[in-house]
């Protein structure tokens, strides 16, 4: 198993460019989520999932799109990016079973604004 | 709301010290998890531990121990006799409605390990 892969790993973008953000895993889990971690600010949660064709906003959504067309990928897109959204992005994704304690988390991308 | 409050910011110690890492919460759910991640410098988010709400016995794991109070809010994490190997960020983090995909964070504490 791959686990969760997120692409890319590094992107800087000039204001006002759009681009999407990869998450998949390979552990048929039904729960996805996005986080993004700021210098001194923990992580926060963007986005999230509970299955296909399910989504919902978390605390700091503004900016931020997202679709569940499969129960593999999350993607997470920036319609018109700013240089608040400079930030190292997190994918993670737990299944339905709350006797797997963890969410699993991708590598990370770290996002550029300029 | 939920909240998640980690107090320290930074804590320096040398080697073999034992160090403990706080964390208080806030929610109005009865059924909950909290969590601890670890953090190294290169970056990845590595489990730790999860406590529900109903179980409040402490836990140990090799060097590591959790002590889990509902009375004062806290679940705080401590590493016995430290190694460089523990430098990180760790993150203390709370679930909502016992859900395992919707988590609040807090801050993080930058624990540093000195030989």
């Known amino acids: 198993n791959a686990g969760v892969t997120q692409t890319p790993k590094f992107q800087v973008l000039k204001t006002g460019q759009s681009m999407t953000l990869q998450c998949a895993q390979d552990?048929?889990?039904?729960?996805m989520s996005w986080y993004r971690q700021d210098p001194g600010m923990g992580l926060r949660l963007i986005h999230y999932?509970?299955?296909?064709?399910?989504?919902d906003q978390g605390e700091v959504p503004n900016g931020y799109n997202v679709s569940r067309s499969t129960t593999e990928d999350f993607p997470l897109r920036l319609l018109s990016a700013a240089p608040s959204q400079t930030s190292v992005y997190f994918c993670?994704?737990?299944?339905?079973?709350?006797?797997?304690?963890?969410?699993?988390f991708g590598p990370g991308t770290r996002l550029t604004v300029t | 709301a939920q909240k998640v409050t980690q107090a320290q910011t930074e804590i320096s110690v040398v080697e073999k010290e034992d160090v403990t890492l706080d964390c208080v919460y806030e929610?109005?759910?009865?059924?909950?998890?909290l969590f601890w991640y670890k953090q190294p410098p290169s970056g990845e988010l590595v489990f730790l531990i999860r406590?529900?709400?109903?179980?409040?016995q402490n836990e140990i794991s090799g060097r590591y121990s959790w002590n889990f109070q509902k009375s004062t809010s806290s679940f705080n994490f401590t590493i016995t006799a430290s190694q460089v190997v523990d430098s990180a960020v760790y993150f203390c983090?709370?679930?909502?409605?016992?859900?395992?995909?919707?988590?609040?964070f807090g801050k993080g504490t930058l624990l540093t390990v000195n030989p």
């Open positions: 406590r529900n709400s109903f179980d409040e």
């Open positions: 983090a709370l679930s909502e409605g016992g859900s395992n995909y919707k988590l609040t």
């Open positions: 999932s509970v299955g296909a064709g399910i989504t």
């Open positions: 552990m048929n889990h039904e729960y």
């Open positions: 929610t109005r759910d009865t059924t909950y998890y």
């Open positions: 993670a994704s737990s299944p339905t079973s709350l006797l797997v304690p963890e969410q699993y």
